[in-house]
């Protein structure tokens, strides 16, 4: 286990609800009502269930509506790290470090590459060879099977598209899954809520795109690297 990221929770409360994609509210132990933001625009229906407990930082500006951040949710006692928000950071170390097993350490680094019709999240160059990475962060996982998404995602394939084209393009294309569960031990689309993506996603695989599901936990403190993730040899019930 590596640290990676240093970013302690300051409050625990108790979900209350969620009004939209971006908002919850939360009550905090001293029996305070409060609203929360949640940068992940996913579904988390298997994190966020009533009166779960949730961890909370507090804003870092000022003026903002919510005072609170929403970093993780606690299911079967682990602390499942949701804020979508810190991927950037989390991503940049592990490709800087070179831990990610089969990319290795970068010579150059881009972020927010525009490639196509999309702005893509990197654009490495490693061993003299241009390659396009694409991170999402994973949240759910089912009787041991980490999946993506936990919601339809229009972006998600869109972005598998793009690195679909840069195969064929000549060029070396991934696909990196943050994976907040480490009580996971294989990765798999997520095929009965998004067919779509997951069609898209096999014949990245076919065409070239690398995938690598990276396993990181959060234990209220500190965003551990705790390895890679293969893919599931059958698929998930």
């Known amino acids: 286990m590596k640290k990676v990221l240093e970013l302690p929770g300051e409050l625990i409360g108790r979900f209350i609800s969620r009004p939209n994609r971006f908002l919850a509210t939360v009550e905090l132990d001293g029996g305070e009502v409060v609203e929360v933001h949640v940068h992940d625009p996913g579904r988390l229906k298997e994190i966020l269930r009533p009166n779960s407990r949730v961890l909370l930082k507090r804003a870092d500006k000022e003026g903002r509506r919510t005072k609170y951040d929403l970093l993780a949710g606690e299911v079967d006692g682990i602390w499942v790290f949701v804020h979508s928000g810190y991927h950037r950071d989390i991503s940049t170390y592990l490709l800087q470090k070179g831990v990610v097993d089969g990319i290795g350490r970068p010579s150059t680094l881009h972020p927010e590459y525009r490639y196509g019709k999309s702005r893509m999240d990197f654009m490495l160059e490693v ?24 919601a ?13 084209r840069a195969v064929k393009e000549g060029m070396r294309a991934a696909v990196i899954f943050l994976t907040f569960r480490p009580d996971s031990t294989c990765f798999l689309p997520n095929g009965e809520t998004d067919p779509d993506f997951e ?11 690398e995938v690598y599901p990276i396993l990181l936990s959060y234990d209220g403190w500190w965003i551990n690297h705790l390895g890679s993730l293969p893919l599931c040899t059958t698929p998930s019930e």
Do not use: N, Q, Y
């Open 127 to 150: 061993g003299g060879e241009m390659m396009l990475v694409e991170v999402k962060g994973c949240t759910l996982a089912r009787s041991g099977v980490a999946l993506f998404p936990d």
């Open 152 to 164: 339809p995602t229009v972006r998600g394939r869109r972005h598998l598209e793009e690195l679909i």
């Open 199 to 209: 069609r898209t996603f096999w014949r990245a695989v076919d065409v070239g795109v």
